[in-house]
């Protein structure tokens, strides 16, 4: 029997066997959120940067997240250190609830690799896409960059 | 969304041609008496 040996390597999934996709098939940071089931947890990172954010006192937008997620965890991590020529203070959360996430921390908790907890008002489900927002207040920033990780669930 | 109410009652909008979107405060929520009375406390 004549036999195509391009043919014979193009297998259908169904004719695969168990684990036969492992880490050595898979191009690094391939799997992303909507590949993953709705029970699994996805995360999302949203970046406050003052080089391009800006520093005025004022609640920034920093993306958003998706309709009817739970969100149940995550942290922020603090990249370059928050600086200020007055008493400023951020907060990290969304629009309408503005401390979700992080309440109002002054400057001088915003240092070099600080990590807080972003678990101020969590549990949350959002109703509707919810912008995530980082809010300064009191004074003005002259410099920083804070990356906050949100972890979440797809609900019903 | 160009304007909301935060969750404490501060009022923000959305500054014009903001990029990123970015809110400004224009109105803060009057503080609530700091004086709370103790639940069960004696009259």
Same mark, same amino acid.
């Given at each position: 029997?004549?036999?195509?040996?391009?043919?014979?390597?193009?297998?259908?999934?169904?004719?695969?066997?168990?684990?036969?996709?492992?880490?050595?098939?898979?191009?690094?940071?391939?799997?992303?959120?909507?590949?993953?089931?709705?029970?699994?947890?996805?995360?999302?990172?949203?970046?406050?940067?003052?080089?391009?954010?800006?520093?005025?006192?004022?609640?920034?937008?920093?993306?958003?997240?998706?309709?009817?997620?739970?969100?149940?965890?995550?942290?922020?991590?603090?990249?370059?250190?928050?600086?200020?020529?007055?008493?400023?203070?951020?907060?990290?959360?969304?629009?309408?609830?503005?401390?979700?996430?992080?309440?109002?921390?002054?400057?001088?908790?915003?240092?070099?690799?600080?990590?807080?907890?972003?678990?101020?008002?969590?549990?949350?489900?959002?109703?509707?896409?919810?912008?995530?927002?980082?809010?300064?207040?009191?004074?003005?920033?002259?410099?920083?960059?804070?990356?906050?990780?949100?972890?979440?669930?797809?609900?019903? | 969304?160009?304007?909301?109410? /935060?969750? #404490?009652?501060?009022? !923000?909008? +959305?500054?014009? /041609?903001? #990029?990123?979107?970015? !809110?400004? +405060?224009?109105?803060?929520?009057?503080?609530?008496?700091?004086?709370?009375?103790?639940?069960?406390?004696?009259?």
């Amino acid at each position: 029997m004549p036999q195509n040996r391009k043919i014979q390597n193009f297998v259908e999934n169904k004719f695969m066997a168990d684990d036969a996709v492992g880490a050595a098939e898979l191009v690094d940071d391939a799997v992303g959120n909507a590949a993953l089931g709705a029970s699994q947890p996805k995360n999302v990172k949203f970046t406050y940067a003052f080089s391009s954010d800006g520093g005025a006192v004022s609640s920034i937008t920093l993306g958003t997240l998706p309709d009817k997620a739970i969100v149940t965890g995550g942290h922020a991590e603090v990249e370059a250190a928050v600086t200020s020529s007055g008493s400023a203070t951020v907060a990290l959360g969304l629009v309408a609830n503005t401390d979700a996430f992080v309440a109002a921390t002054a400057k001088g908790s915003l240092t070099l690799n600080t990590v807080l907890a972003t678990s101020n008002d969590l549990p949350l489900k959002m109703s509707g896409d919810t912008p995530v927002i980082a809010t300064i207040a009191t004074g003005a920033l002259t410099a920083g960059k804070i990356n906050l990780f949100v972890e979440y669930y797809e609900g019903a | 969304m160009d304007e909301w109410t /935060d969750k #404490n009652g501060d009022l !923000y909008r +959305l500054i014009p /041609d903001s #990029n990123p979107r970015a !809110y400004e +405060l224009v109105k803060k929520a009057k503080k609530a008496s700091s004086r709370k009375k103790k639940a069960g406390a004696d009259e």
